[in-house]
């Protein structure tokens, strides 16, 4: 069993810098001249060059730069679009830390569906103390997991999935249709079927079922970036969109 790990610790949802990256990276210019020329001159305006360079290095990069160019060239599209913007950096997110996916589609999920209305640190910590056991993740001691678990949360919180400072509240579930519309995407752009899409986990981060997914698919076709039938088991998923950039753009 492959063990998860996580980046929790160096930077949680970090939706500031995240912002940063996009308003400043030239499309230009190569990967690693845009890395340069932002930790260089200090452009997401950290205390110290080794704080950007971990940023940049063990968050950013990964999230936003290792996918491709047309991640950041939908985030830009998105940029006035602040919820759809935050729910695209979560996707990207989950996708580089499996970590924070894991805890938002498993334990999360359940214990929203369980009629909770809060979620501790406590619960979390043993949560991480479970995997640990069953050897998901590593054999962290009990001060790194109650970081991470507080890294978790803050993360979740930021995401718009947790609200509350203290005690960790579950917000009201809600994706936007461009936000929707990104991630599905993205979805697509890994061969995901039809019925797997609709079904796929990843609504779970947002704390969704079935039928909010199927509102969500009738509204993304309202934006014109793809169309929705069903016929009792059966669905389709026909996209008018070619590219992440021509969703983003038609969500804008």
Known sequence: MTQISSKVLKGGALLGD????VEVWDIEESTDDNLRRISDGNLLAKNSRARTADVLKYVLRPRFVAPGPRVIAALRLLL??????????YYEACRDDRLIAEYAEGPLFDWYRAGRTTVTLEETVHWLAVMAAEGRIGSWN???????????????????????????????????????????????????????????????????????VVELFIQAERLGVLSYSQAGSLVR??????SLEDVARAAA
């Open 237 to 242: 998923i026909d996209w008018k969109a070619a």
């Open 142 to 212: 009990a001060t790194v997991q109650i970081k991470v678990a507080r890294g978790l949360l803050a993360a979740l919180r930021d995401f718009g999935v947790l609200q509350g400072a203290n005690i960790k509240r579950f917000a009201t579930p809600r994706l936007s249709p461009a936000g929707f519309a990104y991630v599905a995407f993205r979805l697509h752009e890994q061969d995901v079927s039809s019925r797997a899409l609709l079904g796929s986990r990843v609504w779970r981060r947002w704390l969704l079922d079935e039928p909010r």
């Open 80 to 89: 006035q679009q602040p919820s759809a913007f935050s729910e695209a950096c």
């Open 18 to 21: 995240a912002r940063r990256l």
